[in-house]
């Protein structure tokens, strides 16, 4: 089963076109607050807000390598169907993020535990968070004090447009479900177990990364081996060895997963960069082979 897992070139996110999405699970707050600007800020996000307020472009975006979203609460009423889910990225993450809290809340259950489930907070620029101001410097999140994760999607355009294929829908995806395993960890109280050890390559914030990718993998397995209903594909095609450490190695070159410093939660300003390509590898691997968050023990 192992190599199995390997086998099959190529990969892609495809959801099932009739499936409804769940947008009550992300707070679109794009374009609200911070100046709403998309991409850059300063004068170049000056520029492009007036580009796209100029030819309409439609907020959200159609496509991976487009404008990012500039207009304000669009997903509600653009994001209905797997098949918007397919073909824009913000309504991508709609799907994902139901996807991941789908897998959580029947792994939960299945342990007797209840699921508590975490909004993704989507922003342009800049927005308030229980950890401080969340902007587009600091790239994704997940704030322990109001247990929502914020994500903004230039994130991704960045992502894409600096990898291209690499920085995909994949990539995307292993991104939001890497947050989501954060919150995985604070409802399981791995997080505040190990709060206050934040530095080193031995630290336990590098060890709650690590996990977090572990978990990321768990989903990944999840969400490739079982077949959707109407479909009858899996959500994720299989994945290369080649396709884990291209998405996250895009991922980490983008991204330092910074965590604002406050009085409840942990912190660790930088850890993208801090677990190695190898040891991400390693450790989204473990999860993605077995299926199984028992396998995700980094602190062991
Ligand atoms: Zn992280």
Redesign the pocket.
């Known amino acids: 089963m192992l190599s199995d897992g390997f086998e099959t070139k190529g990969w892609d996110v495809d959801f099932d076109d009739q499936a409804g999405l769940d947008t009550s699970q992300v707070d679109d707050r794009r374009g609200i607050s911070g100046g709403g600007l998309a991409v850059g800020g300063g004068a170049v996000g000056l520029v492009g807000l007036l580009v796209a307020l100029f030819f309409g472009i439609s907020p959200g975006g159609g496509t991976d390598s487009g404008s990012a979203p500039v207009a304000t609460g669009s997903i509600q009423q653009d994001c209905r169907s797997g098949a918007d889910a397919d073909a824009r990225t913000d309504c991508r993450v709609v799907g994902v993020i139901n996807s991941v809290q789908d897998y959580w809340s029947s792994e939960f259950a299945g342990q007797g535990r209840s699921y508590s489930p975490a909004r993704t907070v989507l922003f342009t620029g800049q927005t308030q968070s229980a950890c401080g101001p969340a902007t587009t410097d600091v790239g994704p999140f997940y704030c322990p004090g109001d247990k929502e994760i914020y994500l903004d999607l230039g994130f991704f355009n960045e992502l894409t447009s600096r990898f291209g294929a690499k920085g995909g829908p994949f990539a995307q995806a292993y991104v939001v479900a ?2 989501y395993g ?1 919150h995985v960890q604070d409802l399981l109280g791995t997080t505040g177990k190990v709060s206050g050890d934040r530095q080193g390559a031995d630290s336990a914030s590098v060890k709650l ?1 690590l996990q ?1 990718d572990c978990y990321a993998g768990v989903w990944a397995n999840h969400a490739a081996s079982t077949p959707d209903r109407a479909t009858g594909r899996p959500l994720i095609d299989k994945l290369t060895r080649a396709d884990i450490s291209d998405a996250l190695n895009a991922a980490a070159a983008v991204g330092d ?1 910074r965590i604002q410093q406050q009085a409840q939660g942990h912190v660790d300003p930088d ?2 960069t801090h677990g190695s390509a190898a040891q991400r590898d390693h450790w989204f691997t473990a999860g993605y082979v077995s299926g199984r968050p028992v396998a995700c023990d980094t602190f062991g």
């Open positions: 890497h947050e954060h990364e977090a997963d850890t993208w």
